[in-house]
């Protein structure tokens, strides 16, 4: 792979997860109807009370904030490394709670065994791809430096 591309290629992965956020984030803080449909293509219920609508609302500011960083790191993503091994970790953690809680997560959401599967291979590739072409690009800038 040719270390140019190596760079485009995690800015392009930056971009897909700034937009994924981005859009997730601002339809989760501003539109119900967004809550819904979101939580519909997850495969999940909810009884949609109060609670429930202002607490998906948090989790739309933080998905917001998630996307603004990962905007930053994909125009510069060697100078922002912290943020790309930030959304490494946040990628495997989420995917070690969704199955070591999985019970809570079926019986909260009544999400099934396939979506939190299906859900853990979009974003462990994810975190995959970040891990192997930052690697890639250290290499590269260590290489530089010799």
Do not use: C
């Amino acid at each position: 792979m040719n270390n140019m591309n190596a760079l485009n290629q995690l800015k392009a992965v930056l971009v897909f997860i700034a937009i994924f956020h981005l859009v997730f984030g601002f339809g989760l803080m501003f539109s119900i109807d967004f809550q819904k449909a979101a939580l519909a293509n997850y495969g999940g219920t909810l009884e949609w009370n109060t609670t429930d609508i202002y607490f998906i609302r948090i989790i739309g500011s933080f998905a917001f904030v998630l996307g603004s960083l990962a905007w930053m790191a994909s125009r510069d993503p060697m100078r922002h490394k912290i943020i790309i091994i930030g959304f490494i970790e946040f990628f495997v953690l989420r995917n070690i709670n969704r199955h070591l809680f999985a019970d809570e997560l079926y019986l909260a959401l009544n999400v099934s065994q396939m979506m939190n599967i299906m859900t853990s291979v979009f974003f462990g590739l994810q975190a995959l791809l970040l891990t192997y072409l930052l690697w890639r690009n250290t290499r590269k800038e260590k290489g530089k430096s010799k």
